[in-house]
């Protein structure tokens, strides 16, 4: 079946990298996508990645995708306390049943 | 340009009453999508428009739950007689088509529906 996992939290200094993992298990999804939720908003798209792609970079976000293993990440640089908020990782699954798959969200706390 | 549009932001109904939410995707956007966010489910898919096709209703949770979307834009999801595991924010997303990176969906802000 289709079934995305993410770790529930991460905690970084302003200043620092962070990095939010995300595992999939239907190796058919074309795109995977990390969306970003502030608190009392909806999803805002970050990035997104052709899963023939193993690196995508924009500005401070780089994205890496592994596809033999199933594993996708989310570099955020030089964290911002503005950059703290709820982080979904998303597969398109398998044939063009349009609905995306999320994974649980990674809450990402910045501290001053 | 305008993103995607839902209301109300914030609807509070009593049990067993229904409820409408709307949604206005962004204009030329021929898919829609409605998703539902709740505590301990996480984001879960409901129900699919692509332009003149029959909808993909297999994330709707029972049939107290309807959706329709006239002339291909704006959208309604309807819940009868309303739950309190209805509680949760409803999203509603809208892509350029589907298919490729056209398919990249856009949300909207939810509608918080909390029922007493």
């Known amino acids: 079946g289709e079934d995305v996992e993410q770790s529930l939290f991460l905690s970084v200094r302003e200043g620092d990298s962070s990095v939010i993992n995300c595992t999939y298990t239907?190796?058919?999804?074309?795109?995977l996508y990390w969306y970003k939720q502030e608190p009392g908003a909806g999803l805002q798209l970050l990035t997104y990645i052709f899963s023939n792609m193993d690196m995508k970079q924009d500005q401070r976000l780089t994205v890496l995708l592994n596809k033999k293993d199933k594993h996708l990440s989310l570099r955020i640089a030089d964290t911002q306390t503005g950059d703290s908020a709820i982080y979904f990782c998303?597969?398109?699954?398998?044939?063009?049943?349009?609905?995306?798959?999320f994974g649980q969200g990674t809450t990402l706390q910045v501290k001053p | 340009g305008a993103g995607v549009s839902q209301s109300p932001s914030n609807k509070v109904t009593e049990k067993g009453k229904d409820v409408e939410l709307r949604c206005d995707p962004i204009?030329?956007?021929?898919?829609l999508y409605w998703y539902r966010q709740s505590l301990g489910q996480g984001l879960e898919f409901l129900i699919y428009f692509q332009g003149n096709s029959a909808p993909d209703k297999s994330g709707l949770p029972s049939d107290r739950f309807s959706a329709e979307r006239t002339g291909g834009s704006v959208s309604t999801l309807t819940i009868q007689r309303t739950q309190q595991e209805d509680s949760a924010v409803y999203l509603c997303?809208?892509?350029?088509?589907?298919?490729?990176?056209?398919?990249?969906?856009?949300f909207g802000p939810g509608t918080r529906l909390t029922v007493l």
């Open positions: 998303a597969e398109n699954g398998s044939g063009n049943t349009g609905k995306l798959i």
């Open positions: 239907d190796s058919s999804s074309t795109y």
């Open positions: 997303a809208s892509s350029l088509a589907s298919g490729g990176d056209t398919d990249t969906q856009y």
């Open positions: 204009s030329g956007h021929t898919a």
